[in-house]
C-alpha cells in the first residue's frame, strides 16, 4: 500500500510559480514512476508530468518548458515546479504513483489539490 498527500496548491497571477508536493508513504520500494495529472472541470484526468525509477522524465506538450518534475533521492516526495502559470492551467492536480514491475502495476492517487491561475 502507499499513501500520497498533496500540498502546494493555491491561487496565483497569471505569470506566476507554484511548487506542489506529494508526500509518500507506504511500500516505496517498487515504485516504478510517479507523475502528476490535472483535471479541469468538463475534461478528462491528464497526464502532465512523470518521473521514472530510471530518472528518465516526460512532460506533455502544454506544460513543456515551463514546469518540472523531480523527486527526492528516498522516493518520500514528488515535487512539481510550476513557472510562468497561464489561466488554462486551472486545474485540480493529482499525485500519482505507479507500484511494482514487469507489466503488473497498481496506481496510487492523491486527494487532489486546486490551482487556480488568475488575475
Not at 9 to 24: D, E, F, T
Request: with cysteine; net charge neutral; proline share 3%.
Amino acid at each position: 500500500q502507499v499513501h500520497l498527500v498533496e500540498s502546494g496548491g493555491g491561487l496565483v497571477q497569471p505569470g506566476g510559480s507554484l511548487r506542489l508536493s506529494c508526500a509518500i508513504s507506504g511500500d516505496v520500494a517498487r515504485i516504478y514512476a510517479m507523475g502528476w495529472y490535472r483535471q479541469a472541470p468538463g475534461n478528462t484526468r491528464d497526464l502532465i508530468a512523470i518521473i521514472f525509477d530510471n530518472g528518465r522524465t516526460n512532460y506533455a506538450d502544454s506544460v513543456k518548458g515551463r514546469f518540472a518534475i523531480s523527486r527526492d533521492n528516498a522516493w518520500n516526495t514528488v515535487y512539481l515546479q510550476m513557472n510562468t502559470l497561464k489561466p488554462e492551467d486551472t486545474a485540480v492536480y493529482y499525485c500519482n504513483v505507479r507500484v511494482g514491475e514487469d507489466g503488473n502495476y497498481v496506481d496510487y492517487w492523491g486527494q487532489g489539490t486546486q490551482v487556480t491561475v488568475s488575475s
